[in-house]
C-alpha cells in the first residue's frame, strides 16, 4: 500500500515561494506592466491638482479622452490621472517644472507600450512609421489629453482621415476622380504603425481591392474569377489579375483618386 | 524505499523553492531599478554620439529597415540650454545635428509667465527606401531597381506666437512650412515577359507577363499652413475661433519601365502589311501583328508627371459649456471651401525597331492636363457629456457634414491617332453621421464605449464625358 506524502507546514512554505517567484518572473519576463503607473527614482504621487496649475490646456478636458477610462492597478494614484503616464510628480513640482524630472512620452513611445505592445511589434515590421527611431511620436496622430484617442470616431467634428492627410497631401486630394474607398479612410488599406507589406498595405496583392471589388463568381464557369467577379466593371479580369497588383504599370495607377481618369488610371 | 522517495520529493522541492525563491527576489529587484536616464538631471546638457554599420548584406534594405544610413554618421543628439532671463522670463533651446541620417533640429522657445510665449524652429530628417519589386518564384527573378539614391528629406520649419493675458482672450498664430523632397520606391511595378511561364497554359489563358518591374517616385511637396486662433471663456462657456489657410504644392513623378530589355525583331515588323482599320500603321502595331505572341511586347519608359495646387480655407468655432459637475455641452462646427488646381503628363517612350536599328518611339502619351475641383464642406457636431459618477462617463454626440464637389479635367493624347479628350465629373455629396457612445472607467464595471454609431452617406453624382477625334 503506498501512502501520499503529507503536505507538512515545510512544504506548503516552500510551494508558495515556488509559485511566488514564478508570478515575479513571469512578471518581469514580458517587460510590460499592466495599467501600472511608470516611475521615476525618488519620486511620489502627488496627484494631478497640481499639473493643473501649469498645465492647464493639458488637463482641462482630460475627462473626455479616451484614456480617462482606464483603471489604474495603483491605489495610490487614485484616479486615472497625469501621474499614471507621467510618472510620479514630487520632484518635477518641486523643482518649479524642471526638466527630466518627469516622464514626457513624446520623447520615447515605451510609455505607450506598457499597454500598447502589440504597436511596439507593429513598428518593428519592415514598413512602418518612424517611431521606434524617434522621427514620429504616437502623439503626432493620436490626441491623448482630449477627446477620442482616434479621430474620427464617435461623432468627432474634425474630418476623416484628416490625421493621415496633414502629412500626406498628395493624398488628400480633393480629386476630380475620387476613390470611394478613400471614404472608408486610410486604414482601409493601410495600417498606419505597420506591416510586412509595402507602403504598409494591409495586403500586398490585389487581394487587397478584392476585399470590396470581389462579387459571386459565375455558376456555370469553371470557379475561376471572371468578368462579373469584378465590382463596378464589365471587363474580363482574368489574365490582369494573375500579372501583379491592380494598380501596377498600365492599370489603375491612382487607387487614392486620379484626375485623369475615371478608372484611376493616371 | 517510501520514506526515500518522500525525502527525495522533498530535498527536490525545497532546492527547487529556494531557486525560485531567490531568482523571483533578483527579478523583484531588477524591477525596482531607476527607469530614468541619469542625464536628464541637468537643466542644461549637450549629447554627442556616433554610430556605424558592418553590413554583410543588401546597404538598402538595411537602410529601409533599420531606418539608418548604411555609412553610419555623428554628431550632436541633443543640445538643450535652459537660460531663466528672469524671474517670470524663461528661454529655451533645443538642437540636434546627425550627419548620416541628416537629422537637424533648431528650436528656441522664450516665456513669459501670464504674458505669452513664442516658439520657433527647423526640424529635417531622413527617410530610406529599398526599391524592391515583386518577387517571380517561378524564374526566379528579382530585379533591382536602377542605381538610384533612395532617400525622401522631410523638413519643417514653424513659427508660433501665444499671448495669454489674464481675464483677456487668449490668441495664438502658427505658421508652418514642411517640405518632402527626393526620391521613394513605388510599388507601380512594370511588367516583364521574362518569366520562364509558357505562354499558354490550357485551359486557362494565362499570359506570361508579371509586374514586377521596380520603380521609382520622384517626390517635391511643400505644404504651407497659417493658423490663427482666439480662445475665451464667459461665464461657464469656453469659447474659440479659428481660421485657417493651407496651401500645398506638389510635382510628383513616377518613372516606370515596362519590358526591359524586349524588343520586337525587325525582320518580323517588315514582312507585316497589316493596317487596323482606323489607324494609321505603326511598326509596332505591325509587328504586333505579325510576331509570334511570345514576342509581343517591346520596352517602354514612362514618365508620369502629376502636379496639384491646393489652396484650403477654413473657419472652426467650438463651444463648450460647463453645466454643472456632471454635465458638459458641446458646440462645434466648420466651413472649408478647397479649391485645386492641377496639371502633368504621361509620355511614353517606345523602343521600336525599324530598317536602321531600334529607334525610341512617343507613342500612346497624354499631355498638358488642366483642371480642378472645388469643394465646399460643412460639418457640426453636438456633444453631451454625462459624468454619473466617478466611474461611469456617457457621451452622447450627433454629427452632420454636407461636401459638395465639383472637378473638371482635360488633357491633350498624341499618338499616332491624334485625339483629344475632355472630361467634366460633377459630384455632389451629403454626409451624415450621427453617434452615441458611453464610456465606463470604473474598475469593475465592463469598459464600453461606441454603444451605436450610425453614418448615412449620400452620394449624389453625375458625370459628363467628352471625347472627341482629331484627324
Known sequence: MITRPRRTKTTLIFGAAAIWGLV?????????????????????????????????????????????????????????GCEAWHGPG???????????????????????????????????????????????????????????????????????????????????GPFVYKHGA?????????????????KMLVARDANLCLRCHLEAGDPGSSGQINANAIHHTSENHNSRLMQGACWSAGCHEQPHGSNASFHFRN | ???????????????????????????????????????????????????????????????SRAKQPGNGGAGIEDLHIVKELSKTTTGTMDARALTGPDDYLGRYNLTKVGVGSVDFGFKRFRTFYDGVGGFFPTNNQWLPLNDQSLHIDRSKAWLEAKVALKDMPEFEVRYTNELRSGQKDS???????????????????????????????????????LEASVKHTVGKTALKLTLLGDRTNNNDTR??????????????????????????????????????????????????????RTATNGLFATADTIINDKLTLRFGANYEPVHTDIGGGRPLVTSAPTATGVLPVATDNYAGLYGGTRVKDYAGNVALDFKASKTFFVKLALRAQSEFIRGSSG??????????????????????????????????LPQLEELYHWRIDRLDAQQDGLCATEG
Open chain 2, 255 to 308: 518613372y516606370v519601365i515596362r519590358f526591359p530589355g524586349e524588343v520586337i525583331p525587325w525582320s518580323i515588323a517588315s514582312l507585316s502589311t497589316t493596317t487596323p482599320a482606323g489607324q494609321i500603321a505603326s511598326p509596332q502595331n505591325i509587328a504586333k501583328a505579325s510576331a509570334p505572341a511570345t514576342s509581343w511586347n517591346n520596352q517602354v519608359t514612362i514618365a508620369e508627371n502629376d502636379a496639384m
Open chain 2, 411 to 444: 488633357y491633350n493624347v498624341s499618338d499616332t491617332r491624334n485625339w483629344f479628350h475632355d472630361g467634366v465629373y460633377l459630384s455632389a455629396r451629403r454626409d451624415e453621421g450621427h453617434g452615441i457612445s458611453a464610456r465606463v472607467p470604473g474598475r469593475r
Open chain 1, 90 to 172: 514630487s520632484i518635477h513640482a518641486a523643482g518649479g517644472g524642471s526638466r527630466g524630472t518627469i516622464i514626457n512620452p513624446r520623447k520615447s513611445p515605451e510609455t505607450c507600450f506598457q499597454c500598447h505592445l502589440d504597436k511596439r511589434a507593429q513598428f518593428s515590421l519592415p514598413n512602418s512609421h518612424g517611431v521606434m527611431n524617434g522621427n514620429m511620436g504616437c502623439a503626432d496622430c493620436h490626441e491623448v489629453h482630449k477627446g477620442n484617442a482616434i479621430v474620427d470616431t464617435g461623432a468627432d467634428l474634425e474630418a476623416m482621415n484628416a490625421t493621415c492627410t496633414r502629412c500626406h497631401t498628395q493624398q488628400k
Open chain 2, 187 to 225: 510599388t507601380i511595378w512594370g511588367d516583364s515577359s521574362q518569366t520562364g511561364l509558357a505562354f499558354n497554359l490550357a485551359p486557362n489563358p494565362v499570359s506570361p507577363v508579371r509586374k514586377f518591374i521596380p520603380s521609382y517616385l520622384q517626390v517635391n511637396e511643400r505644404h504651407e499652413a
Open chain 2, 1 to 63: 524505499m517510501k520514506a526515500n522517495l518522500h525525502n527525495l520529493t522533498r530535498t527536490t522541492r525545497f532546492s527547487a523553492g529556494t531557486l525560485l525563491l531567490c531568482t523571483g527576489l533578483l527579478a523583484h529587484g531588477a524591477e525596482k531599478a531607476p527607469a530614468t536616464d541619469a542625464l536628464p538631471l541637468f537643466e542644461s546638457y549637450i549629447k554627442v554620439t556616433g554610430q556605424a554599420a558592418a553590413i554583410s548584406g543588401d546597404k538598402a534594405v538595411f537602410e
Open chain 1, 24 to 80: 515575479l518572473i513571469g512578471c518581469v519576463a514580458v517587460s510590460r506592466t499592466m495599467l501600472a503607473p511608470s516611475k521615476i527614482a525618488g519620486a511620489t504621487f502627488i496627484g494631478s491638482k497640481e499639473c493643473v496649475q501649469c498645465h492647464e490646456d493639458q488637463t482641462a478636458h482630460f475627462e473626455s479622452a479616451s484614456h480617462a477610462r482606464l483603471a489604474l492597478a495603483d491605489p495610490k494614484v487614485g484616479d486615472p
Open chain 1, 182 to 198: 478613400m471614404r472608408e479612410g486610410c486604414v482601409a488599406c493601410h495600417n498606419p504603425h505597420g506591416t510586412i507589406n509595402a
